[in-house]
């Protein structure tokens, strides 16, 4: 056999194997569990004025981390993947605080005070946290 295509097809077998134990370890890698972390305690009110005010500064401050948001309830719904979804109101009437919760809820109420934890994504229309859950 060639030595060039010896160290070729060496060369392939080695891009395999790394390649299929880094889709390994990426596909089982454990899920952040948002009710085991410690969150940064903030109001809704508060966490959409800080996003309007400096977004940047904002997303330093919470993006990808466990905030725990005090709020009122303006809206419970389910998204289309069929998760229950609750929007807090702010100062701002066009903008609030929308969790998408990690279990369906029926415990909640419009217009009820609540405590959500869940991992900040960023400021769309409307600040938006994942993986959410009530904390009471």
């Not at 060496?10 to 889709?23: D, K, M, N």
């Not at 279990?103 to 900040?120: E, L, W, Y």
């Amino acid at each position: 056999m060639n030595s060039k295509l010896r160290i070729l097809i060496i060369l392939l077998l080695i891009f395999i194997v790394v390649g299929s134990a880094v889709a390994y370890f990426l596909w089982n890698k454990p899920q952040r569990n948002v009710e085991n972390e410690k969150g940064i305690e903030v109001t809704a009110a508060q966490l959409v004025k800080e996003y309007q005010a400096n977004e940047a500064d904002a997303n330093k401050k919470y993006l990808d981390k466990a905030i725990q948001v005090t709020g009122t309830i303006t809206e419970i719904k389910s998204n289309q993947e069929g998760n229950s979804t609750v929007m807090l109101a702010s100062d701002d009437a066009f903008t609030g605080v929308l969790c998408t919760l990690k279990h369906k809820t029926t415990d909640a109420n419009s217009g009820a005070a609540i405590v959500i934890k869940g991992i900040c994504s960023g400021m769309l229309t409307d600040v938006r946290l994942r993986e959410a859950v009530i904390v009471k």
